[in-house]
């Protein structure tokens, strides 16, 4: 539900929408925008697109948080009011651009994201994933202790899908690790590999010899289902795989059947296909499944670098001057 009533005829409407933490109106001077426009924030998230569509039709701007509401062109073409879109990062898949530019709607974005903000999370994924911590601490808060055994990654192979610069520092929290670090993606060169430390492999090696698999690829036709049912069973039984990057780079039907098999030891999976979850979703109950609800970029430190354009990008375009478009 809305936090402040919709704004007045006389003045332009802002829809800010996801604010799942309830944080957008303190890490933003709105006001500033007053009495030009007028603000309202959105806590939960709305997926069937005719509740939506009603929702929006009101708003002149709307705001988006990444990717979690997509703006496609049918959406677009329901929302005879919008002249503006304001995202979260200077990249979202989640827009129809070709749509919003036929409709003379402007996008503008933000800089300055946290870029060690996924690897950090990363990181703390393929720990807790090989550590059991989610199964233990659930055991410590049911009543009980001890019931499993983690694996040490010390003396482990670290495969990396994409070595771009998110990959690259995963890979140099690895060798940090005493992790050996392999790597593929489909432009990747061994010289390439080499300057990160990283020994460069073919595709099939990598989830072959993998004892975690960490992905960080750019979601794209050319690896939406990259990783199959085919690449799932190359994987070692013993190996865990994680996904910080985007959920269709993943073949889900594939990924569920391989653990619910135990095909391989488990997964930690911070994106997913549909977001957030559906209730019953496999992912959320099944026991070798570490899920966490896309919070690889949810920092303060994001946050407050976000917010703070999004409020100048919207003035700019009341001034008749937009910036940061994409």
Same mark, same amino acid.
């Given at each position: 539900?809305?936090?402040?009533?919709?704004?007045?005829?006389?003045?332009?409407?802002? /829809?800010?929408?996801?604010?799942?933490?309830?944080?957008?109106?303190?890490?933003?001077?709105?006001?500033?925008?007053?009495?030009?426009?007028?603000? @309202?924030?959105?806590?939960?998230?709305?997926?069937?697109?005719?509740?939506?569509?009603?929702? +929006?039709?009101?708003?002149?701007?709307?705001?988006?948080?990444?990717?979690?509401?997509?703006?496609?062109?049918?959406?677009?073409?329901?929302?005879?009011?919008?002249?503006?879109?304001?995202?979260?990062?200077?990249?979202?898949?989640?827009?129809?651009?070709?749509?919003?530019? =036929?409709? #003379?709607?402007?996008?503008?974005?933000?800089?300055? %994201?946290?870029?060690?903000?996924?690897? /950090?999370?990363?990181? %703390? +994924?393929?720990? =807790?994933?090989?550590?059991?911590?989610?199964?233990?601490?659930?055991? @410590?808060?049911? #009543? #009980?202790?001890?019931?499993?055994?983690?694996?040490?990654?010390?003396?482990?192979?670290?495969?990396?899908?994409?070595? !771009?610069?998110?990959?690259?520092?995963?890979?140099? $929290?690895?060798? @940090? $690790?005493?992790?050996?670090?392999? =790597?593929?993606?489909?432009?990747?060169?061994?010289?390439?590999?080499?300057?990160?430390?990283?020994?460069?492999?073919?595709?099939?090696?990598?989830?072959?010899? =993998?004892?975690?698999?960490?992905?960080?690829?750019?979601?794209?036709?050319?690896?939406?289902?990259?990783? !199959?049912?085919?690449?799932?069973?190359?994987?070692?039984?013993?190996?865990?795989?994680?996904?910080?990057?985007?959920?269709?780079?993943?073949?889900?039907?594939?990924?569920?059947?391989?653990?619910?098999?135990?095909?391989?030891?488990?997964?930690?999976?911070?994106? $997913?296909?549909?977001?957030?979850?559906?209730?019953?979703?496999?992912?959320?109950?099944?026991?070798?499944?570490?899920?966490?609800?896309?919070?690889?970029?949810?920092?303060?430190?994001?946050?407050?670098?976000?917010?703070?354009?999004?409020?100048?990008?919207?003035?700019?375009?009341?001034?008749?001057?937009?910036?940061?478009?994409?």
């Amino acid at each position: 539900m809305p936090s402040a009533s919709a704004a007045t005829s006389s003045t332009v409407r802002i /829809a800010i929408l996801d604010d799942y933490q309830h944080v957008a109106h303190s890490l933003g001077d709105w006001a500033s925008l007053q009495p030009q426009a007028e603000c @309202v924030f959105f806590h939960d998230h709305v997926a069937d697109i005719d509740a939506l569509a009603a929702r +929006l039709a009101p708003f002149d701007i709307v705001v988006l948080m990444r990717e979690r509401t997509a703006l496609d062109a049918d959406l677009i073409a329901r929302l005879p009011q919008l002249k503006l879109i304001a995202t979260v990062g200077m990249w979202n898949a989640a827009i129809d651009l070709a749509a919003a530019k =036929a409709r #003379g709607i402007v996008v503008s974005g933000t800089t300055g %994201g946290d870029p060690a903000a996924t690897p /950090a999370l990363t990181w %703390g +994924l393929i720990l =807790a994933i090989t550590r059991n911590l989610h199964i233990e601490a659930n055991s @410590v808060r049911a #009543g #009980g202790w001890q019931i499993g055994l983690g694996m040490d990654v010390s003396g482990k192979t670290l495969g990396v899908l994409g070595l !771009g610069k998110i990959g690259q520092a995963v890979a140099r $929290f690895g060798t @940090v $690790f005493g992790m050996r670090i392999i =790597a593929w993606s489909q432009n990747l060169t061994a010289e390439k590999a080499a300057e990160f430390g990283v020994e460069r492999v073919e595709k099939d090696e990598l989830f072959k010899q =993998a004892d975690v698999l960490t992905i960080h690829l750019k979601l794209s036709d050319r690896t939406r289902d990259l990783v !199959g049912a085919r690449e799932l069973d190359l994987m070692k039984p013993t190996a865990y795989l994680v996904n910080t990057s985007r959920g269709p780079i993943v073949s889900q039907a594939a990924m569920i059947e391989a653990l619910k098999a135990q095909r391989i030891a488990g997964a930690a999976l911070d994106v $997913f296909d549909e977001e957030p979850l559906a209730p019953g979703h496999p992912f959320r109950y099944l026991p070798n499944v570490l899920a966490t609800p896309h919070i690889g970029y949810v920092t303060e430190k994001t946050y407050r670098a976000a917010y703070p354009q999004i409020v100048d990008a919207i003035r700019a375009w009341l001034n008749g001057a937009p910036i940061q478009e994409l």
